[in-house]
């Protein structure tokens, strides 16, 4: 079945540091979509891609559609503690109900 | 505003004993409804999806059912709890038509024992 490759699993940073994450797949897919988990939570969607090359950013995030249509990252600019989390990619193909997702990439801020 | 609501936060059963979940969902109509579960440090896997009442789509065969007896409203249950039922469940809408947006409920934790 189709798989998302979410890495790295997991990242250790200081505060104010610059984190990247990316997805990829060996399908095609037509949305990406990143979403946080804090912990005992569920996810909440923070980014949205519809079209290949598509950059998008959500205040110190910025994702971008791969211009292949298999992959994404997820940038997050000058990390501050809050951005500890759990990062899921998800991906969806066609208008399939079933998003294929990561399996997280979790986000440690070093004190 | 639309706002999910999921009961309980936290589940302890006995293995065996049934199971009733209850998601709710407010402020829109004609949802599509969902019900993942996360094992522990995992990622999310979709149980049952719904897209109108009385509609449920299954992904995953397992002892667990799902039904929708109002618009808003989305149950998952169980008549006989294993061991290996226990994570966290969540429950999730989306806005019809749009199915990659997905609105999650804040999660029950269940724990089989």
């Known amino acids: 079945g189709q798989q998302l490759n979410q890495s790295p699993q997991s990242m250790f940073i200081q505060e104010g540091e610059d984190v990247s994450m990316n997805c990829t797949s060996s399908?095609?897919?037509?949305?990406w979509l990143w979403y946080k988990q804090d912990p005992g939570e569920g996810p909440v969607l923070l980014i949205a891609?519809?079209?290949a090359g598509e950059l998008t950013s959500n205040g110190r995030l910025t994702a971008q559609f791969g211009i292949t249509r298999k992959d994404s990252f997820l940038n997050i600019s000058a990390s501050i503690p809050s951005d500890v989390g759990i990062y899921f990619c998800?991906?969806?193909?066609?208008?399939?109900?079933?998003?294929?997702w990561g399996a997280g990439t979790k986000l440690i801020i070093k004190p | 505003s639309q706002t999910i609501h999921q009961w309980p936060a936290t589940l302890v059963q006995p293995v065996g004993s049934p199971l009733s979940l209850e998601c709710t969902v407010e402020?829109?109509?004609?949802?599509?409804l969902y019900w993942y579960r996360q094992a522990a440090g995992r990622g999310l896997q979709l149980l049952f999806y719904?897209?109108?009442?009385?509609?449920i789509s299954s992904e995953v065969p397992q002892n667990l059912s799902a039904s929708r007896p109002q618009d808003r409203q989305f149950i998952l249950s169980s008549k006989k709890l294993l061991l290996s039922d226990s994570g966290f469940y969540l429950c999730?809408?989306?806005?019809?038509?749009?199915?990659?947006?997905?609105?999650f409920g804040s999660g029950t934790q269940l724990s089989v024992l």
């Open positions: 719904s897209v109108g009442i009385g509609q």
């Open positions: 998800a991906g969806q193909l066609g208008s399939n109900y079933q998003l294929i």
């Open positions: 399908s095609i897919f037509n949305t």
């Open positions: 891609l519809y079209k």
């Open positions: 999730a809408w989306t806005p019809h038509g749009e199915p990659g947006k997905l609105f």
């Open positions: 402020g829109t109509s004609n949802p599509n």
